[in-house]
Nanobody, 116 residues
């Protein structure tokens, strides 16, 4: 069982960057898990941002392609979401999800606000 914890959110100006982290609170390796990042703005549905398969594949939502990068650091047992050239999109919570063997685990989210 995973207890995912996201970190790295905050307030950033348009055009700025943030790096979000996703790790298990009990330091379980995420190497065998598919890990995906989602975001949810107030009043909106949660939407996929990027995903990383256990075999190294990656996929991105159209708005994230060319600006966001999902990556893994096996030594730190962490999955990152590097977000560059952030656009003025207001406030959103970013969540990571771990998937293995039909089980799904969500973190509590980290808030990102992009505002001048």
């Amino acid at each position: 069982q995973l207890h995912l914890v996201e970190s790295g959110g905050g307030l950033v100006q348009p055009g700025g960057s943030l790096r979000l982290s996703c790790a298990d609170s009990k330091a379980t390796s995420l190497s065998f898990y598919t890990v995906k990042w989602y975001r949810q703005s107030p009043g909106e549905q949660r939407e996929l941002v990027a995903g990383s398969g256990s075999g190294g594949s990656t996929d991105y939502a159209h708005f994230a392609r060319d600006r966001f990068t999902i990556s893994r650091d096996p030594a730190k047992k962490t999955v990152y979401l590097q977000m560059d050239n952030l656009k003025t999109e207001g406030k959103a919570n970013y969540y990571c999800k771990g998937i293995l063997g039909g089980f799904t685990y969500w973190g509590q989210g980290t808030q990102v606000t992009v505002s001048p």
